[in-house]
């Protein structure tokens, strides 16, 4: 088992990433030609563990694959990386998760998952592996697997000592029982105001900002510590519960290329500079930074930044942005 004090773990889906990049995206019965396609190993989890060990952290990763070609590219592609695969469980009856995905000239995309394996990680799969959750120093979930299993790490991690973070994507109903076991909460400001609608709470009013400001500290009544709603290239907002401070973080200016996984580029950096001993705050900072990267980048996978390309543009940043 790896160092108590020094992992991140990642637990949830791995994908192979078929992409099409073109003009634009085709309307409902429209075929569009000329795009190219490129094939990239991705997934919610796999991603985000991807980004945690390439920004310096020591990364344990959990799934499921199936016992299949895009299985074991998932498995060799990890491990290369050097993000820990031991405890990753083969679906001899499952088919490894896929994901088509349609990339426009600006960068924006469509996504449709096959989750195939991915959905078959059951809670008594997790509570085998209970010490690696237990022991982890910092803890993402995302929602590419079955919600019963969500629910059951959670459970586990709060056993320990364990930074826990969900990324509620793609968004389903979360019950109150699971949220009160979770510190930090990474959503989209669709995943954020949607979330909010299904737990039943009052309604929003105001502007864009306003409406996020008053989700944030509605569902942190939950038991949420911290809420950091990403907003693309208007940067996020993180709310801080215990103190119920808002604060504005800006995205760097950047050309964006292709958006297919910057928002797991920023959760598998904010868990890995957590990790490394750095509050929320500054972790944010970073995480923006990695994902500005990453998004003049193709693939998901593949555009995740490294530990030393991530600090060279965070200086720049810290020199450029007055929070």
């Known amino acids: 088992m790896p160092n108590r004090a020094q992992y991140v773990l990642i637990i949830g889906s791995s994908n192979m990433d078929l992409n099409i990049y073109s003009q634009r995206f085709p309307k409902p019965g429209e075929t569009v030609t000329g795009g190219v396609f490129k094939q990239f190993l991705g997934g919610k989890g796999a991603n985000q ?12 990763f959990i799934g499921k694959v199936g016992i299949d070609a895009f299985g074991n ?20 009856l499952e088919s490894s998760g896929i ?10 995309n469509m996504i449709s998952v096959a989750p195939g394996a991915n959905f ?12 690696v959750i237990k022991n982890a120093k910092c803890l993402i979930v995302q929602m590419e697997i079955p919600i019963e299993t969500i629910e059951e790490i959670f459970k586990i991690a709060e056993q320990g000592e364990v930074i826990k973070i969900l990324n509620p994507a793609p968004l389903k109903p979360i019950s109150a029982s699971i949220l009160k076991n ?14 909010h609608s299904l737990l039943k709470l009052k309604e929003l009013v105001g ?12 569902i942190s009544r939950f038991g949420i510590k911290t809420l950091i709603t990403t907003l693309g290239n208007k940067g996020s907002i993180l709310y801080d519960a215990a103190e119920d ?9 950047v050309q964006a290329i292709d958006t297919v996984g910057a928002g797991d580029c920023f959760n598998g950096v904010v868990a890995s500079k957590l990790c490394q001993g750095e509050n929320i705050l500054t972790s944010v900072k970073y ?17 995740m930044p490294y530990l030393n390309e991530i600090e060279d543009r965070f200086k720049h940043y810290i020199d450029n942005y007055n929070i």
């Open 207 to 218: 502007n864009s900002k306003d409406r996020i400001i008053q989700a944030s500290k509605d």
């Open 99 to 108: 994901a088509f995905i349609l990339i426009d000239e600006t960068g924006e």
């Open 287 to 303: 995480a923006t930074t990695a994902a500005s990267i990453a998004i003049t980048r193709q693939g998901a996978q593949a555009s």
């Open 245 to 253: 401070k808002i604060t504005e973080v800006p995205a760097f200016k």
């Open 49 to 60: 563990a991807v980004a945690s060990v390439r920004s310096g952290s020591e990364t344990v």
């Open 120 to 131: 078959k990680l059951t809670p008594e799969e997790v509570q085998a592996n209970s010490e």
């Open 73 to 92: 590219d998932v498995i060799s592609q990890l491990e290369n990386e050097g993000v820990n695969i031991e405890h990753v469980i083969r679906d001899p």
């Open 182 to 195: 979770i510190d930090i909460i990474i959503p989209n400001e669709g995943e954020l105001l949607q979330l």
